[in-house]
């Protein structure tokens, strides 16, 4: 089977998409699918591309790394991919603006090409783009098959598209055995393999969506909740535009003993700090699945998270982690989880002896049903009848 993923975003850049892309195509490639991505994101230098990576839309005599090349041309070039190597189904991953995905989904489904569309954001308090691309593109007229990362990136997209039409869940993955370190075996750590201060960590791109400066803030009310003879560390991992304000947020409010930014690690590194910190914090309201929680609920960390995203979907209250309903509530979740040394083992213990649902056995089960889901919407659009895609 031939399956061609189509994203604005890819790696080099960091995130969600890009790192579930990757990861996706890898997996099914090794299940023996042919398996090619095509992005708009440009290559780089300190990356070789595999073979079935493609990258578009680059202007002639621009670098591939430059942000002006265009969408259109971009468009042009998949016409040619799907034309040259006809895809059994085109998966597109799409984001709140993805401009050249939206237009690959437009052409593959009109096309008659079997085609799933996974939303891998929040559109709830983002209605206008999502809103005039319903308005101007008749998105519920597509011939496709939608699905969303979580129930809770479903329900704004179900309430858009009509309820005579399915949007599935399709999560996110995580390969568990590669985010557990060899230190995390057995529920309590062994001497000197972890900080003496209780550590809080957060691995996150520095935004206003990923709601960077909101942390900072409160990891310094949670410093003020602590009895002053409490110690307590943080490290907050990532990189992004707001990493500069959060630096000198830290420095103005005498945090910098404290709270550590090491900058982008490396899959190693984010795995080593995982394993010597106590409890991670994802703070994002507006977070569609949560991918960094899901490695570190994996690595065994408790899981400090907004009831509002789509963390709460395999982080339960009380039992991989805690959620809270607003900062104030998430800064006493923090500060419960760093002094509370039962109840933060006892999570921890859980999490170590609990399977990862969300791993990529179920994930790739889950992703071939929406698959064949797919070629018979695109069929019932043609008229003749559906077939199911052969292995």
């Not at 490396?266 to 699945?289: G, I, Y």
């Not at 400090?304 to 709460?312: H, N």
């Amino acid at each position: 089977m031939r399956v061609l993923h189509v994203t604005d975003c890819y790696l080099p850049r960091l995130g969600g998409i890009e790192v579930h892309v990757s990861n996706l195509a890898a997996h099914q490639r090794a299940e023996g699918i042919d398996a090619r991505v095509v992005t708009l994101t440009g290559a780089s230098l300190a990356i070789s591309d595999p073979s079935w990576v493609v990258r578009v839309g680059r202007k002639p005599g621009r670098p591939a790394t430059d942000p002006s090349r265009s969408v259109l041309s971009a468009d042009s070039d998949l016409h040619d991919v799907l034309v040259s190597w006809a895809p059994d189904v085109v998966h597109i991953h799409v984001s709140v603006f993805s401009p050249f995905a939206t237009l690959a989904a437009r052409r593959a489904s009109a096309s008659g090409l079997p085609t799933l569309v996974t939303v891998h954001s929040m559109w709830s308090r983002l209605w206008p783009l999502p809103g005039v691309a319903q308005t101007l593109l008749q998105l519920r007229r597509w011939p496709v098959q939608w699905s969303a990362v979580s129930d809770a990136a479903a329900r704004p997209l179900r309430e858009m598209l009509g309820p005579e039409i399915e949007v599935a869940v399709l999560p996110n993955a995580v390969d568990p055995a590669v985010w557990r370190s060899p230190s995390s075996t057995d529920a309590l750590p062994r001497p000197g393999e972890r900080d003496p201060a209780p550590t809080v960590v957060s691995v996150m791109r520095f935004t206003r969506t990923k709601r960077a400066m909101p942390l900072a803030r409160m990891l310094l009310h949670v410093r003020r909740e602590l009895p002053e003879q409490t110690a307590v560390r943080a490290v907050v991992i990532g990189d992004g535009p707001q990493r500069p304000p959060f630096r000198r947020f830290l420095k103005r409010h005498g945090m910098s003993d404290w709270v550590d930014l090491p900058g982008r690690l490396d899959h190693s590194a984010v795995c080593d700090q995982l394993a010597r910190s106590d409890v991670f914090v994802a703070p994002a309201e507006l977070e569609s699945f949560g991918l960094a929680a899901l490695e570190a609920r994996a690595s065994g960390l408790p899981v400090v998270a907004s009831a509002k995203s789509g963390i709460r979907e395999f982080v339960h209250d009380g039992h991989e982690g805690l959620l809270a309903v607003d900062d104030r509530t998430m800064v006493q979740a923090i500060a419960r989880m760093v002094t509370d040394n039962a109840l933060r083992e006892a999570i921890r213990a859980h999490n170590l002896h609990t399977p990862v649902m969300h791993d990529w056995p179920a994930a790739s089960a889950r992703t071939r049903v929406l698959y064949d889901k797919a070629v018979l919407v695109a069929s019932a659009s043609q008229g003749p009848v559906a077939r199911t895609i052969a292995a």
